[in-house]
């Protein structure tokens, strides 16, 4: 009830290209699902986040679209860059979680030059 | 500063020794997360502090491992008897509260369980 499916495992873009990253979950008490993502050594960091009340939000060349009815959100990087080279997490919160996050297992992506 | 920071930033002990890992959050932040990571159990949540309580201790592996935070702000997490298992790295968050759920992460600690 409390998981987060994330996929794929590990992705590889060549620069320019379009980077589609998918999370699945089943809690349907969860109202905010964020995006983080996190380079080596270094701790996650909020990328973009969307509530269930819109079915897409976009921040720059970042865009989250969300299905509820399908319980799916994913994540789209467009014009990808070498830079954007890191790992990324889907989470979920909500309900009487106390907004602890349940994370994705994560998606190594390489932008390759 | 800014941001959330934890020390050490790396802690490397021998097994069935006592660890103490440190948070500082970000100033005014009432919400305090600690999270572990480790390769093939992705980031898992540990506890949960609003002020200086814990509402939320489900995530805590053992008995083993503790946790306060004092005076709203510093939080410790404590890991007694170490054992190799434990080897991850140990994330703090802190969250502005009142319905924001916005979390910042730290740098993390890096702890090694010879």
């Known amino acids: 009830q409390q998981q987060v499916k994330q996929s794929p495992q590990s992705l590889i873009v060549q620069k320019g290209g379009i980077s589609i990253i998918n999370c699945a979950y089943e809690n349907t008490a969860f109202d905010y699902f964020p995006w983080y993502q996190q380079f080596p050594g270094k701790g996650p960091a909020l990328l973009i986040a969307i509530r269930p009340d819109v079915s897409e939000k976009k921040e720059g060349r970042f865009t989250i679209s969300f299905n509820k009815s399908a319980k799916q959100f994913s994540l789209h990087i467009m014009d990808s860059q070498p830079g954007d080279s890191a790992t990324y997490f889907c989470a979920a919160a909500g309900g009487t979680s106390y907004g602890k996050l349940t994370f994705g297992q994560g998606t190594i992506l390489t932008v390759h030059p | 500063g800014a941001g959330v920071s934890q020390s050490p930033s790396n802690k490397v002990t021998e097994k069935g020794k006592d660890v103490e890992l440190r948070c500082d959050p970000i100033?005014?932040?009432?919400?305090l997360y600690w999270y572990r990571q480790s390769l093939g159990q992705g980031l898992e949540f540990l506890i949960y502090?609003?002020?200086?309580?814990?509402?939320?201790k489900s995530g805590l592996p053992s008995d083993r491992f503790s946790a306060e935070r004092t005076g709203g702000s510093v939080s410790t997490l404590t890991i007694q008897r170490t054992q190799q298992e434990d080897s991850a790295v140990y994330l703090c968050?802190?969250?502005?509260?009142?319905?924001?759920?916005?979390?910042?992460f730290g740098p993390g600690t890096r702890l090694l369980v010879l």
């Open positions: 502090f609003q002020g200086n309580s814990a509402p939320d």
């Open positions: 100033s005014g932040h009432t919400a």
């Open positions: 968050a802190s969250s502005g509260g009142g319905g924001t759920k916005t979390q910042y």
